[in-house]
């Protein structure tokens, strides 16, 4: 099989607004780094809008774009997963269809790679344009707490959009969970990986397609995948209230030795609503992983492939 030497990977959900500047933007950065030895490959994650449809008209005009439908939207994370099973390159760029990030900087982050011969270049953000203060804050946060948690160090506020190696990105396809967060895995793959640091721009196009129930699912993707800390966390939690139960024992038979009759209901009331609540964060926590076990021990496919647009030139079957 020959390979292309860039692969460009984009997963879209309802962005019929931007594939079509996405597609010239991508187009021209590709070409101004590798001339025309490249493809791009576009996954349409159930799109609900005329995303598939614009898809296969630019693919029609292009043969060099491919051009992936899924059978239903399977999310983001999941969609990405596909494109970079399907895609055929020597270097991989994944990058946002909301253009985002600017595929302009390919060219620099080739230059990166080159003289630091490294197998990953991840984009960090330095400023995000056009995005909430909630999102802000949660992102910087939610970033930082996963970094004190996670064994695997995950670099700080970098998103998926990153330049890879083939060896890299075949290392990160032989890891299978179900439940993937690809910031992470990539990071923990190994390899030489650099930062390039860049500004975010806004949306091109539409709304975030990252709604809060969608963000904390991920960031639970996150921090299930890549740490056992919140089931220490558990533990340690159950030790400190036996330890404080061995101290209330104490003082109720004291009381009852003395013949002190306790009154005693608004301190019972806290015991019975303070043991409640914990026992019940302690059993979620515990479900969040037990779930995720229910969920690979399954062992469906990762997504499922309805129709291909253009040359799939990829190794993989399509998903099944
Ligand atoms: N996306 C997807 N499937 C989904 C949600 C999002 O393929 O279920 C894509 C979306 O089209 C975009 C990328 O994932 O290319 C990132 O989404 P978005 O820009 O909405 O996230 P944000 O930048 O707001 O975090
Ligand atoms: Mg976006």
Redesign the pocket.
């Given at each position: 099989m020959k390979r292309p030497k860039l692969s460009v990977v984009?997963?879209?959900?309802?962005?019929e607004a931007?594939l079509e500047m996405l597609h010239g933007r991508i187009s021209a950065a590709a070409q101004a780094a590798v001339g025309s030895d490249y493809e791009i490959v576009l996954?349409?994650?159930?799109?609900r809008d005329a995303s598939w449809k614009v898809m296969q008209r630019l693919s029609e005009g292009d043969p060099r774009l491919v051009a992936i439908n899924l059978s239903r939207?399977?999310?983001?994370?999941?969609?990405?997963t596909a494109g970079l099973d399907l895609c055929a390159g020597d270097e991989i760029l994944i990058?946002?269809?909301?253009l985002?990030d600017p595929p302009e900087l390919l060219t620099d982050m080739r230059a990166a790679m080159k003289s630091q011969g490294a197998d990953v270049v991840y984009a960090v953000r330095r400023k995000r344009d056009g995005?909430t203060i909630f999102?802000k804050i949660t992102?910087a946060f939610f970033y930082r707490m996963l970094d004190r948690i996670t064994d695997t160090p995950i670099p700080l506020d970098t998103?998926?959009f990153r330049l890879m190696t083939r060896r890299a990105l075949d290392a990160f396809l032989s890891l299978p969970e179900q439940a993937r967060f690809i910031r992470g895995m990539v990071a923990w793959i190994g390899f030489k990986q650099v930062p390039f640091p860049y500004d975010?721009h806004e949306?091109h196009a539409?709304?975030?397609?990252?709604p809060l129930g969608?963000?904390i699912r991920f960031a639970l993707d996150a921090i299930t995948g890549f740490s056992t800390a919140p089931l220490r966390f558990a533990s340690h939690v159950g030790l400190l209230l036996t330890g404080a139960s061995a101290l209330l024992v104490l003082y109720i038979l004291i009381g009852w030795l003395f013949g002190a009759a306790i009154p005693g209901w608004t301190s019972l009331m806290l015991v019975v609503v303070v043991l409640g609540a914990v026992q019940m964060f302690v059993l979620g926590m515990i479900g969040e992983y037990l779930g995720r076990l229910y969920v690979e021990s399954k062992r469906r496919p990762l997504y499922l492939v309805a129709d291909v647009a253009g040359p799939v030139l990829g190794h993989a079957s399509l998903g099944y």
């Open positions: 984009v997963p879209c959900y309802n962005e931007c996954i349409n994650d159930g799109s939207n399977h999310g983001h994370q999941l969609a990405l990058i946002d269809a909301d985002q995005e999102k992102a998103g998926d975010r949306r539409g709304e975030s397609k990252y969608k963000m």
